[in-house]
């Protein structure tokens, strides 16, 4: 079965920076695409950054382009998201997101990242 465990959340300083970690394990032929997502209480969950594994083509949303970075280890099977600038707005749920070569999905179980003074 296919686990996918975030870490690296919490809470930083407007201005500040932290990095999320996303690590699969289980049993997996081919990853096609990875991804990171955030969602606030009362909102729909919204794609931040995605990554394509095997060529490492990126996307950003606007929201937080030049100032979050997505990447991957392959060898580890780690994807990562290094967040700087952090603004109160950036205070979301953030998950990862895995598909596979034959259209699986799955989920992270989510990890909190605040932003306050």
């Known amino acids: 079965q296919v686990q996918l465990v975030e870490s690296g959340g919490g809470l930083v300083q407007p201005g500040g920076s932290l990095r999320l970690s996303c690590a699969v394990s289980?049993?997996?032929?081919?990853?096609?695409?990875m991804a990171w997502y955030r969602q606030a209480p009362g909102k729909e969950r919204e794609l931040v950054a995605s990554?394509?594994?095997?060529?490492?083509?990126?996307y950003y949303a606007d929201s937080v382009k030049g100032r979050f970075t997505i990447s991957r280890d392959s060898a580890r099977l780690t994807m990562y998201l290094q967040m700087s600038s952090l603004k109160p707005e950036d205070t979301h749920v953030y998950y990862c997101y895995l598909r596979t070569a034959t259209s699986s999905t799955y989920w992270g179980q989510g990890t909190q990242v605040t932003v306050s003074s």
């Open positions: 990554i394509s594994w095997s060529v490492g083509n990126r």
């Open positions: 289980g049993s997996i032929f081919s990853i096609n695409n």
